[in-house]
């Protein structure tokens, strides 16, 4: 037994319970957790809890770009310990 028999739904209630930033640690432990971790409806509800935000403010989405080229070039072992 192990993280396989995780779902996917179960894996987002637990990752949306740490918070924004015990979440972005938890994304550097494998590639699972990277991927369930780098989930958009996941960073919807934290914008949304903890900035009051409904609904995007970037209407250009220049914010989503910029942080697909940065998650493409990012090393797998980036340190994370600022956060």
Not at 1 to 27: F, H, Q, R, W
């Amino acid at each position: 037994m192990g993280l396989e028999i995780v779902g996917d739904l179960a894996l987002n209630v637990i990752l949306s319970g740490l918070g924004p930033k015990d979440t972005a640690k938890v994304a550097c432990l494998s590639k699972r957790f990277k991927a369930a971790a780098s989930e958009e409806c996941l960073w919807s509800k934290f914008c949304s809890d903890d900035l009051d935000l409904a609904s995007p403010l970037d209407p250009l989405g220049m914010i989503r770009f910029l942080f697909i080229t940065w998650k493409s070039k990012a090393p797998e072992s980036e340190d994370l310990s600022f956060l």
